[in-house]
């Protein structure tokens, strides 16, 4: 893979060995659409190891073998790229860039990005926002990222808004992010305007620690994306922009929970195709749904039925991707045997005791937040959600066991 930066715009060219089909760190097939993409306003003088980790976090699905820059990385980018993928990364001069003092985060505005940031209320946002790609068709209009940069402006914070048409470099499945980390391009190249020394996401227990996507129903200590110690981790902590993950250590019972009840309230989104709100039909607002109907105590509101396409994972057994919430829901909405969910409850059958745990914080979620700020993310958990005890841990660890 070589890769070229001119100013904001990346254009990158394989190698004989790299392939336009690959997969994304969490396992999941994507396909290559094109190899260039751009992000507007950001500086073009930034350290050349945040230009390199930016360019990873769009090109690393593709490469095969070795990554050469047009511009020389420190010696702890390459090694970080050689332990973390196995690939050669060169050329290799440039001193590491220090890390600065600021955590940002990388605001979406969903539920669990605003909770990250209600946990440091001085912490600036960035914000990344979708725009087309000159040279593909945009096919997904219903996206309404100018909504949720709109959201994110309304919320006073000091706001950096990076524009980029990245997600387009996929052709499959659709249009998004080649990595997860991707979200973070803009940031890191913001890095040494910023003064960052971390980066905030809103990455939660589920995430972090019970496998999310990729590693279903599993314990992920080690997980390769979100731990400090993982590939991503490690590259970021490379470049002096440590990922932090403010509510790792909870689950989306609580930071939707935290959100609703922020100075944030007014601001949450999660979906992405409404624009007055939440469309209410998707996927996802259905399982949001089920976790805010269970967070309030009250019956299932939606009209999502059965027959409809966006209902029929629930129609087969488990598991479910984020199932700690399924169970969460199930043990707690009234009503809920007479919904969609009716097929799921009667495999799982959780109760409001087997599920307690996800009303709880997961101690070693903090313990590895950075220590610069590490400090106020316990003290936030400690006021407003509370620690789990040594039965909690022990669901935590034997989860999917
Ligand atoms: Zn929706």
Not at 12 to 35: C, H, M, Q, W
Not at 73 to 99: F, K, N, Q, T
Not at 198 to 220: A, Q, V
Request: charged letters at 25%.
């Amino acid at each position: 893979m070589r890769v070229i930066w001119n100013g904001g715009e990346l254009l990158f060219r394989l190698d004989p060995e790299d392939e336009i089909t690959g997969k994304a760190s969490d396992g999941y097939p994507v396909k290559l659409a094109t190899n260039s993409c751009h992000l507007s306003g950001v500086p073009g003088d930034a350290h050349p190891d945040l230009f390199a980790v930016a360019a990873w976090t769009v090109v690393a699905p593709w490469t095969r073998r070795r990554i050469t820059f047009d511009r020389a990385v420190s010696a702890e980018v390459a090694a970080a790229l050689h332990d973390g993928w196995g690939i050669e990364a060169g050329p290799v001069s440039a001193e590491p860039r220090r890390a600065g003092s600021v955590l940002a985060i990388s605001y979406s505005g969903g539920a669990d990005s605003v909770a990250a940031a209600t946990v440091y209320p001085e912490a600036p946002f960035v914000h990344f926002r979708r725009v087309e790609h000159p040279r593909i068709p945009n096919r997904w209009p219903h996206y309404r990222s100018d909504v949720l940069a709109r959201l994110a402006r309304q919320t006073g914070r000091d706001i950096t808004i990076v524009e980029s048409d990245l997600e387009y470099t996929l052709a499959e499945p659709r249009p998004g992010y080649p990595e997860h980390q991707a979200v973070a391009a803009g940031a890191l190249l913001m890095a040494d305007r910023l003064g960052l020394g971390g980066l905030g996401f809103g990455y939660e227990m589920g995430s972090r620690w019970l496998g999310g996507g990729r590693y279903l129903l599993r314990y992920t200590p080690d997980n390769f994306l979100w731990a400090p110690h993982g590939a991503w981790g490690r590259l970021f902590a490379a470049v002096g922009v440590h990922i932090v993950l403010p509510v790792g250590g909870v689950s989306e019972a609580v930071t939707m929970r935290l959100a609703v009840n922020s100075d944030l309230k007014d601001q949450v989104r999660w979906c992405l195709r409404g624009t007055d709100g939440p469309c209410r039909t998707c996927g996802k607002c259905l399982y949001k749904e089920l976790i805010m109907a269970a967070v309030e105590r009250r019956p299932l509101d939606t009209p999502i039925t059965a027959d409809r396409p966006v209902a029929r994972k629930w129609l087969k057994p488990p598991p479910y991707g984020g199932q700690e919430m399924i169970e969460y829901g199930l043990a707690r909405v009234p009503g809920i045997e007479n919904t969609l969910f009716a097929t799921a409850l009667s495999h799982l059958r959780p109760t409001e005791e087997s599920t307690s745990w996800l009303d709880r914080c997961y101690p070693p979620a903090i313990d590895e937040i950075p220590e610069p700020w590490r400090d106020q993310a316990a003290t936030f958990m400690a006021e407003h959600v509370g620690f789990m005890n040594e039965d909690d841990r022990r669901r935590v660890e034997t989860w999917g066991a």
